[in-house]
Every structure is written in C-alpha cells, then in structure tokens.
C-alpha cells in the first residue's frame, strides 16, 4: 500500500483566448500571451485560484458579450470566485501579457487590455499585488492554483510550438 500524501495531486490545464478557468481542484493553469492579457485571481483564505485570458479591452457590440474582451472577462472571474465562496476582501490579483509590438500593429491593444483590467480591479476593489505587462515580448505563463506560484517566460516570438499540445520545435 502506498503511503499517503498531504500534498492534493495537480492537474494541468491550457487557457485558451477568450476562456475563464476557475478549477475544483488544485491545478496548473498555463496561457501564452502576445496583446492579451490574463488576470489571475486568488483567494488566501480558501488557498483556490483562477485565471481569464482576453483578447480585447472592451465589448463593442451588445450581441458579442463573450469572455474575449476584458470588460467581460475580468468582472465575470470576480463573480465565479465570489459564487465559489471568496470574500473580495480574500482576493488579490495579478496581471500579465499586454505586449504592444508596431512590427504588427500601430494600435497598442495590449496597452488597453492591462489598463481595462486594472481599472475594472480598482473599481471592485482586488488588491493588485503583482503584474508583468507590457513591453514588446510575448509571454508563456504557468499558475499554480494551489500555491499560488507563478512562473513568467518572455519570449521573442510566439512560435506555433508553445501553444497547447506543445509539439514541433518546442
């Protein structure tokens, strides 16, 4: 018989664009970000976590409400940890991506996208206590939803091999 562990067993999850993951049980969220941005929350008290990714500030049209824009993405992941039993006061934030390159564009998007994020986070009041955004690089990004550790690889260039399932050139 094996000997039994305190320590719950991790799951691993991709975050696609235009998701919101708020796991039952611990997990390993992971995202790869250019202009997007995800905002991971976390509860200290209940030691639970999630995390959105959004492509887009703000919804244009009524009928598109859809998690692929931040005025969406960010309220909703505060109402899903809230229904799962958070207290806001319990809740701190962090926020990554947002690179602007003009290789691709002249509109800074990424740029929008951390600044709607930020300010949807003053207005409910989520203490921001960390956020890499930004810059010109993209972003591989891996939260663990159990301790709450976060691991951040800036990259160059996006290539088609860090985007889930991971083969190729990886």
Do not use: C
């Amino acid at each position: 018989m094996a000997p039994h562990s305190e320590t719950p067993v991790t799951r691993d999850y991709f975050l696609k664009p235009g998701y919101i993951y708020l796991p039952e049980k611990p997990t390993v969220i992971s995202t790869v970000l250019g202009s997007s941005v995800s905002v991971s929350l976390y509860d200290k008290r209940l030691k639970t976590g999630g995390m959105n990714h959004f492509l887009f500030p703000r919804v244009g049209a009524q009928d598109q409400t859809t998690a692929v824009y931040g005025n969406i993405a960010v309220p909703v992941l505060i109402r899903m940890m809230l229904e799962n039993g958070s207290r806001r006061s319990h809740l701190e934030a962090q926020i990554f991506g947002g690179a602007h390159n003009d290789e691709f564009s002249s509109l800074d998007i990424g740029g929008d996208n951390f600044r709607t994020a930020r300010k949807i986070l003053a207005n409910k009041r989520i203490k921001i206590v960390s956020e890499d955004v930004g810059g010109s690089k993209g972003r591989k990004v891996v939260f663990n939803t159990m301790t709450y550790e976060i691991g951040i690889l800036k990259v160059d260039r996006l290539r088609e091999s860090d985007w889930y399932p991971y083969e190729g050139d990886r």
